[in-house]
């Protein structure tokens, strides 16, 4: 088992007023918790070396973002923000994850028929499988697409590519679904 603390933030509600504060945090184990500090440590460097502060507001959207299983949108981010601090605004949720996305930190990703959804970008190749039935988002391994990015570059000629693979299609259980109907 591996204890350790470190600071979160936590919002405390003082005679109706919302007050966050800084408080060490003890952890019991080495799953998220450990990730999630790893991933909000790295963010406040790469924010700081851009001359950027990490701001309450910041944490919180970066603790929301690296917390979620899923792809997050900007209302249900802004939900789970306004859950820790009421008084964060959509326009800030907005305005944040715009600085996030352009330093590297944050993934957008634009899956068919869907707003822009958010999260943590960590590593540089990413793909997804988006089941047209429920909307599931299956995260694929990039080591299944074998040598396509050399060859994209031998036989193309198309160099310093960011592949974003989106495969649409059904799920097994929606798969199931459909074929009994
Ligand atoms: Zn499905
Ligand atoms: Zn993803």
């Not at 204890?3 to 007050?19: D, E, G, K, P, Q």
């Not at 790295?42 to 701001?55: C, D, H, I, M, Q």
């Not at 990015?149 to 929606?174: I, K, M, N, W």
Request: hydrophobic share 35%; net charge neutral.
């Amino acid at each position: 088992m591996y204890i350790h603390t470190h600071l979160a933030i936590r919002t405390l509600t003082l005679a109706r007023r919302s007050v966050r504060i800084w408080v060490a945090h003890i952890c019991f184990g080495e799953g998220l918790c450990r990730q999630m500090h790893h991933y909000v440590k790295a963010s406040n460097e790469t924010l700081r070396k851009r001359g950027y502060r990490l701001t309450p507001q910041r944490y919180m959207i970066l603790s929301v973002i690296q917390e979620a299983d899923s792809h997050l949108s900007i209302d249900e981010i802004t939900e789970r923000v306004q859950k820790r601090n009421p008084y964060v605004s959509l326009s800030t949720v907005y305005r944040t994850l715009e600085l996030l996305r352009e330093l590297g930190l944050v993934r957008e990703n634009h899956l068919p028929g869907e707003q822009p959804h958010y999260e943590a970008a960590e590593g540089t190749a990413h793909h997804h499988l988006v089941c047209r039935g429920c909307r599931a988002v299956i995260h694929l391994d990039d080591a299944l697409l074998g040598d396509l990015p050399d060859r994209l570059q031998s036989q193309y000629h198309f160099h310093g590519l960011t592949l974003d693979l989106v495969a649409a299609g059904y799920c097994d259980e929606c798969w199931k679904t459909i074929k009994h109907e």
